[in-house]
């Protein structure tokens, strides 16, 4: 009998022409980065891939539209050792169409790994999704993808995100074929976006490369669902500070603005917190006070404090944001000419993510207070929007990704994405805070640290999901 095979599956999406760079070290450091964990654990009783074993990896290089993969046997003496490099003195990595897979011949990754490409000539996330559903039952430990992202998902090629879809199919959302990227308005339902009167193609023999994979509509999430063994991960390394404003009716992008958990975060949290930490004696700082405590702000009597938003700053940083020369941010420009028309604009696009509890997207008001559950429950529903969670809501598994309204930077050691990046006592790293203290959404346990990155798990949803009714 051969020894247990678990795949992790790692994707790069492209860099975009993006400042961070190719995000390729970070599968290479990946890579060893689980193999030294695994290797540490190997021995340890309840580990979760006891020695002997294999890890296989398989990486998607959607930059350079390449599958490559590495295997790693985990034995019960000392050797062989993790590799202290995945780049040096040679790559380590395999190309799947000369990959030859030891043990059972069910888990070669040939047999089932989607390889074709769109008409474009690119990978989508549809390969990775077919290749997942068409992997051994319970046979992978974990996904995780690298790339730019935002609420919507991952940014596998970033096809244009003007996407009007087509209409639902017996209630079940259709994907463009088109679309490159993950989305989460598609992704996690049965279907997973695609046809759900079409299955699994007839079975050739021998099988072709490519073209032996789990496509169609038909079990898609359920398929999805079984490849994953019951404790594994699936990361998602990237941005979430970003909120898409599509046309209700036919879902066409009309604007991508920042994020207003974020702003909200920062209007109810980080800046009353910020003047307790400054001494100051004002208003601000007496709700700091508690915040700073983990507590909810009151008055002496026990009442409730409403605590003000300022959503009229909000807007004018957001506009700064864009007008800056030299990191110009990537929202939406309503008006070039006129700010107080830009600043209207603005308003109605962020007041219509949320109409219970902004006001009227034609209201003049850009103050206004709001008690400390509607603050909760208005980040638990657009919480409810990203991606990860609706991943995690449907996998029965850990889903791991950014806390909405937090960026990522690429590390200068790991070549890893960071949530906030390196700086503890950034406004981003007070927004991961928040969502730590008051949304029960935590990093991993100690010894499986993602660098800042929140764990959506069963219980996770289910705080989200009581907290999203606090109007």
């Not at 897979?101 to 990978?123: K, L, N």
């Not at 096809?159 to 009007?164: H, M």
């Not at 209007?267 to 004696?281: F, R």
């Not at 050691?413 to 007070?430: E, L």
Request: aromatic share 10%.
């Amino acid at each position: 009998m051969s020894d247990p095979i678990k795949f992790i599956f790692i994707v790069t999406g492209h860099p975009l022409q993006s400042a961070s760079g190719t995000f390729l070290p970070a599968a290479d450091e990946r890579t060893v980065e689980l193999c030294r964990r695994f290797y540490r654990q190997r021995l340890n009783p309840g580990t979760v891939l006891p020695a002997p074993a294999v890890l296989r990896f398989v990486h998607f290089e959607c930059e350079r539209n390449e599958i490559n993969v590495f295997e790693f046997p985990l034995s019960t003496t000392a050797k062989p050792r993790p590799p202290e490099s995945m780049t040096r003195p040679r790559r380590k990595w395999t190309a799947l169409d000369q990959f030859v897979a030891s043990g059972d011949p069910s888990f070669s990754p040939i047999t089932f790994v989607d390889s074709s490409v769109d008409p474009s000539g690119r990978f989508t996330i549809l390969n990775i999704y077919h290749s997942i559903r068409g992997a051994p039952p319970k046979s992978v430990l974990e996904l995780s993808i690298f790339g730019h992202g935002w609420t919507e998902g991952p940014l596998i090629q970033d096809g244009a995100r003007d996407f009007p879809v087509p209409a639902d199919n017996n209630g079940l959302p259709i994907r463009r074929t088109d679309d490159t990227d993950g989305r989460a308005r598609t992704d996690f339902a049965d279907n997973m976006g695609e046809d759900p009167n079409l299955g699994k193609p007839p079975v050739t023999s021998p099988p072709a490369p490519g073209q032996f994979p789990r496509t169609g509509g038909k079990d898609a999430l359920k398929e999805f669902k079984a490849a994953f063994d019951p404790q594994a991960s699936f990361i998602i390394f990237g941005c979430n500070g970003q909120d898409p404003v599509r046309n209700p009716v036919n879902n066409r992008l009309d604007a991508m603005v920042r994020s207003s958990a974020e702003q909200v975060i920062h209007q109810a949290y980080v800046l009353p917190t910020a003047a307790h930490e400054g001494k100051k004696n004002n208003a601000a700082a007496r709700i700091g006070k508690f915040l700073a405590a983990g507590k909810v702000p009151v008055e002496s009597d026990g009442k409730a404090i409403e605590v003000p938003i300022d959503m009229g700053a909000e807007f004018d940083e957001e506009r700064h944001d864009i007008d800056n020369p030299h990191d110009p941010a990537h929202y939406t420009t309503f008006d070039n000419v006129d700010r107080a028309a830009d600043k209207e604009a603005r308003k109605q696009a962020h007041y219509g993510l949320d109409t219970v509890f902004f006001p009227a997207a034609t209201s003049a008001e850009l103050k206004f207070n709001r008690p400390w559950l509607s603050i909760l429950g208005f980040v638990a529903r657009r919480t409810q929007q990203t991606y990860a969670f609706k991943a995690a809501s449907k996998l029965g598994i850990d889903v791991i990704g950014g806390p909405a309204g937090t960026l990522t930077m690429v590390g200068e050691r790991d070549h890893q994405q960071i949530v906030c990046g390196a700086y503890q006592g950034s406004r981003c790293t007070r927004i991961v805070r928040f969502h730590e203290v008051f949304m029960r959404a935590t990093p991993p346990p100690a010894g499986k640290s993602e660098r800042r990155y929140f764990v959506y798990d069963a219980l996770a949803v289910i705080y989200h999901n009581i907290l999203a009714q606090h109007p």
